[in-house]
């Protein structure tokens, strides 16, 4: 029997991509129209924001792990979080969870080095890209890494919270996020980390100047691999 995925979500839009993810693709390991069960719990997005303004951690932590004790309620065997962000509080209450987590840096790390890159671009939030979530696991698969100048991470950082997490998708940031991209592939980067759960819905291989590492598809399929392994 697969086991019960349990989601803790952060912001809306890259929560659904997440689970629409697991949903599509489980018939692949699982059968025609199946996938495992999944449960999910998001506190309103503000509490985060409040703790990240005032770069409160521990409050940050404090409500993932109210999350998954609830989650551990409804009966999920394991957790994974679709937010890159606040997967840097995941050390104030991994000790205290009481169900294991999948990280997110870790999954994508190990996807980079499985593929041969050797240099990644990190984009996501501000928050995420002056924090140590993906260099540390970058750096334990031998990968080097490049972050976002400062007035790139600032205006990274508006398109998404001004924009992605709302829903609102245009052409002027698919072309920000493209500048960004290309300076980054001039530095010597072969692949980038598309960081924030919400950067996947306006960028892809497609668009993008580098080979792309979804963190939300590769965080879902994951999930997926592990829940169909019972």
Known sequence: MALHIGIV??????????YRTICAEGASLLGPHAHPEISMHTPSFTDYVDCLDRDDWPGVG???????????????????CP???IHQALPF??????????????????????????RIGVTGTRWLVASETYPD???????EYLRPSD????????IIMEELVRGVFTSEAVGYFQQVMGRMKDAGC????????????IMND??????????TRLLARAALKRAAQG
């Open 83 to 85: 937010d890159n962000t």
């Open 151 to 158: 007035e790139e991470r600032a205006e990274i950082n508006r």
């Open 93 to 118: 209450i991994a000790d205290r969870s009481p169900l294991p987590w999948l990280h997110i840096a870790e999954i994508v790390a190990a996807e980079a080095a499985g593929r041969g890159f050797r």
């Open 62 to 80: 404090e409500l993932m792990l109210a999350s998954a004790h609830k989650l551990a309620g409804a009966g999920a065997d394991f957790l994974i």
């Open 190 to 201: 072969d692949a980038v980390v598309l960081g924030c759960t919400e950067i996947p819905l």
């Open 206 to 215: 497609a668009n993008s100047p580098l080979p792309t590492l979804d963190s």
């Open 137 to 143: 696991k970058l750096t334990a698969q031998g990968l």
């Open 9 to 18: 979500g952060c912001s809306a839009e890259g929560a659904a991509l997440c």
